[in-house]
């Protein structure tokens, strides 16, 4: 394995994509911080909109690792990890290295810029993956440029454009990801399929999500809440998928606080959401096809079941696979 | 994420499991070096028996990086690399830390002990995985330990035991692996499915394996070859399951020369060898489940076919996923 800046920007990326679905309206990032010395100092996302950057979150775990100082590990608004650090970083980052997919933000939105931290903390090579075509955003590398520090850019731009494409998507118009659980062989039938962690991760990005799409067969069939429960999160808006109207309203998906419901027979619905998840199986599957971005899956380990999945011929790509947990959790395009 | 002895582990795991099925007699085993500054000089594997040990091949490229000797690239036999490495290191390993899935070897096999070089060096911190039951090669720690190193045991012991138990059935009786190939929806007809880099892989297992079994309908539908040219390798003897011996001997599998082909209606012939890999669908998983003792499936980014494995209802633990070249390719053992 060569250990070069492709190696630290692609841990970056993988950490990245385990919050992929999870970070909207913001993009998922990830950032690695290695020392003068050479040595990993952390690797960090961005988890949530409204928590910190993913440079943040580095900066704050490098600089507990170089310092020891724990009271950084206390704080979780990002402007407070902005001020401790710019009061008492004393130089330690300044040559560093920093790998980040994204340019660093240039904005002050819900927190301060990254680029402008970047800067004052000294640290001369940035290492860009994507440049941020988000207006409010961008400019980032030019401040750091500015500030007696050397940024490279493209590195990894494919993957790291693969990883962003998400939010380009929703800046541009929407974003539209179809997600499936199946078993090894293929199988969506006979009861739950994928682990707790899986599941739980799915109720946090119908938590962002703003609307679900659902078939009409499934609805009738599985009587599903399609809330956020597991993570105490809102639900999102639903639309049904089917050209019959005459649903048992009992079924509680219909009786979710702050939620419409659209039961409609087209996708003329999408243009109204912005970050919107499809759950389904083969019919959707065909239904969604012209209209889908990105397609996630989460494999479990495990046989059984009858009805396999049928979605025709296609051919994908694997965006990124991830094993941290039970089920294998696989982001992927299809090829067009 | 954690930047801890696990990460750097855990790195010598992922890059050793690349090479599972390829070590044969050897086992797998992957080595990570991390400088005294911090930064991670190699992570690199055993590639294949004869040639360098994981630790050998990871102070062979942590050397170069330290040093710029390009001298050093060009020795392939790893008695030269040991050679190069005594007479030219000044030093430069006395604070790194070596990881290691496996104790490193005591013995003189094939290439030198691999225990003495760490301990010439003089680095000073040996993180080890598993310990090495093989009597011939064991107590590497000990050398160590006697040469002011000091050896962490255990690290993942969990992880790098699942990595090394291909080697441990061999030496206690034989090891034996389900190899099969599907696309995402768990077909497994209708043409080839894995990827070139796939095919090639297992071409350079069947390499090393003494004895590869096979379904009797198999053979009669798909009249394989079953020899290593992608890899201009040796072809393993053969075991036809099969309760009927009326073969047309044309099938070319038959005429492969230096190899011995069996036909017969039970797993009695197992005895004879030590790794044996098993090409098959529903039929020989069923046959076969109760010698198996890991599985390996490509699962190519593809939708298609018709004809879905059917393998019962069991559930298996998922032991490594990579997803380097353009397939997912999985590791698992059956949970009991």
């Given at each position: 394995?060569v ?19 999870l ?7 990830g ?15 961005h ?106 850019s ?40 994928s ?48 050209r ?50 990105y ?7 495990s ?7 049928k ?13 941290e947990?039970e089920?294998i ?8």
């Amino acid at each position: 394995m060569v250990i070069d800046n492709n190696f630290y920007m692609t841990l970056a990326l993988r950490e990245a994509w385990k919050y992929q679905g999870l970070t909207y309206p913001n993009p998922a990032v990830g950032c690695t911080i290695v020392a003068e010395s050479g040595e990993i100092l952390a690797v960090e996302a961005h988890h949530k909109a409204g928590e910190s950057h993913a440079e943040v979150n580095a900066l704050k775990a490098a600089y507990f690792k170089l310092t020891n100082d724990s009271y950084i590990l206390s704080l979780q608004n990002s402007a407070n990890i902005h001020t401790h650090l710019l009061s008492n970083h004393h130089g330690i980052f300044e040559n560093a290295k920093l790998y980040t997919t994204l340019e660093p933000c240039s904005h002050q939105g819900k927190t301060p810029s990254c680029a402008n931290l970047i800067a004052e903390l000294g640290i001369k090579e940035v290492y860009v993956g994507s440049n941020d075509r988000n207006k409010k955003a961008a400019n980032g590398s030019l401040i750091l440029s500015m500030s007696n520090c050397t940024v490279y850019s493209e590195i990894m731009k494919a993957e790291c454009d693969a990883l962003l494409l998400p939010f380009e998507k929703i800046l541009e118009s929407n974003f539209v990801f179809f997600k499936w659980a199946q078993r090894l062989n293929g199988t969506t039938d006979a009861g739950i399929i994928s682990s707790e962690s899986s599941r739980k991760q799915v109720h946090a990005m119908r938590d962002v999500c703003d609307l679900l799409i659902i078939g009409g067969g499934t609805v009738r069939a599985d009587r599903p809440t399609l809330d956020a429960r597991l993570v105490d999160g809102k639900a999102p808006d639903i639309l049904v998928l089917s050209r019959k109207q005459d649903f048992d309203k009992m079924i509680p998906l219909f009786s979710v606080k702050g939620r419409k419901v659209f039961i409609e027979d087209n996708l003329e619905r999408l243009r109204e959401y912005k970050n919107i998840m499809i759950e389904g199986g083969s019919q959707m599957y065909a239904l969604t096809r012209n209209v889908v971005n990105y397609y996630l899956c989460y494999i479990a380990p495990s046989l059984g079941g009858e009805q396999s999945i049928k979605f025709g011929d296609d051919k994908f790509e694997f965006l990124n696979v991830d094993k941290e947990s039970e089920d294998i959790i696989v982001w992927m395009k299809r090829r067009i």
